[in-house]
């Protein structure tokens, strides 16, 4: 099986970025702030400018972060309307054992942010990674279904009432398992349970928490080639057939990772999957943007900074211009703390250089891309 990081694109070329299609659509280089526009907190904040839209604006929240760092509190609390946790609510952090669940990570975040006025999502119920070491040897073919409908029942109703959204399923396309329906035939879920498992999930989640809106969440649909065309049509196809069968389905989570250097666009895509979304009536969010940049040339870091931006600016001037788009998330909020630079697998062509992907730089001041995603939900039109 492919891993991940072996299908997450490495640029064949480092093309001057200006220069290619996804970047030129949405306009330019990230402007600096105008003097007199220099608060970002209050009604300068992300969530004030979402909110001016009727969008929703957040981040996915590291809970060790959450629990030792105050800087990490007070920007969260000043930026966002909506959190979702990075990993504790996946099966390898909250189920220790077969038989016993730690909320305690999930429970910190969900009282976070109803202090704070914010609404939360949840992630995920089901995913092909992130499975505990007891999984292997203990859940198979027999008792699959037992375990996936008492872990959406109890994580779903632990919360119930209290989740903007869940991603009911994560990841379940994976065109080079080579099935005509593009499922992932080699996620233990498929394996155990066959195609049904997503339906089985999608269900038992409408009954755990009946108020939230249930997403299905993919990766690598976005941009203009026949490699995520491909995919983006397995997953429109697959969310036809839960409509067709009247599977509780409410909304299509676009994880937006993106690449600084691309040869292809993205205008195309995203309008394809908005579009498609919308015929089946579903909520469209944007839910782990950011923007890898390792493969950018210059190791000036103020031009990467805006090279960054600039991508923010193109994809969302695309994803936010008509009304269907409500929620945008960053994965993570600042340059300090990141997936992509978890040890040097997203970092091939520059392992010593660490990546700013996000609105906040390592010190939690805002980057290039905090003004770049600003200016976007301004330029949105209202929800
Ligand atoms: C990532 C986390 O950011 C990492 O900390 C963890 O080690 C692996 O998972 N798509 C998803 C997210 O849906 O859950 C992933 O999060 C990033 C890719």
């Known amino acids: 099986m492919m891993t991940r990081r072996e299908w997450m694109r ?15 659509s949405g306009g330019c280089l990230a402007q600096a702030p105008a003097s007199g526009d220099q608060a970002i907190t209050g009604t300068g904040s992300l969530k004030a400018h979402a909110a001016a839209r009727g969008l929703l604006t957040g981040c996915a929240v590291n809970a060790n972060l959450l629990r030792e760092d105050e800087g990490f509190r007070k920007l969260l609390a000043d930026q966002y ?34 202090a704070h006025g914010m609404k939360v999502r949840g992630h995920n119920f089901v995913w092909h990674e992130a499975l ?29 009432g209290k989740i903007h959204s869940w991603d009911v399923v994560n990841e379940a396309i994976w065109i080079p398992d080579g099935r005509p329906d593009g499922l992932r035939s080699s996620s233990p879920w498929f394996q155990m349970l066959g ?6 999930a999608f269900r038992t989640a409408r009954v755990a928490d009946p ?23 397995a997953v429109l196809a697959l969310l036809r057939r839960m409509k067709g069968d009247k599977v509780p389905l409410d909304a299509l989570g676009i994880q937006s990772h993106l ?25 469209v969010f944007l839910t782990e943007l950011d923007v890898n940049d390792d493969a950018v040339a210059t190791a000036d870091m103020a031009e990467r900074d805006n090279i960054v931006a600039a991508v923010y600016r193109s994809y969302l001037a695309t994803a936010l211009e008509g009304p269907e788009v409500k929620a945008v998330l960053t994965w993570g909020a600042s340059d300090k703390n990141t997936w992509l630079n978890h040890g040097t697998k997203f970092r091939k062509q520059h392992p010593e250089r660490l990546q700013r992907p996000l609105p906040f730089d390592p010190d939690y001041a805002p980057a290039p891309a905090f003004f770049a995603l600003r200016a976007s939900l301004d330029k949105a039109m209202k929800r």
């Open 259 to 283: 690449h600084a250097v691309s040869k292809d666009g993205f205008s195309r895509g995203v309008r394809e999957l908005i579009d498609g979304a919308k015929e089946l009536g579903l909520q």
């Open 132 to 160: 505990p070491g007891w999984f292997t040897g203990t859940v198979n073919k027999d008792n699959a279904r037992k375990f996936l409908v008492d872990h959406i029942h109890t994580v779903g109703g632990r919360y119930r």
């Open 195 to 200: 195609p049904g498992y997503i339906d089985i």
């Open 10 to 24: 490495q640029a064949a070329a480092v093309t001057a970025v200006a220069a290619t299609p996804g970047l030129l």
């Open 81 to 114: 309307n909506i959190l979702v946790p990075e990993n504790c609510l996946k099966w390898n952090m909250l189920r220790p054992t077969d038989d016993t669940y730690n909320f305690a990570d999930p429970d910190s975040l969900v009282a976070f942010a109803e």
């Open 211 to 233: 108020t939230a809106l249930l997403t299905y969440n993919d990766y690598s649909i976005e941009y203009d080639n026949d490699e995520e065309g491909k995919k983006r049509a």
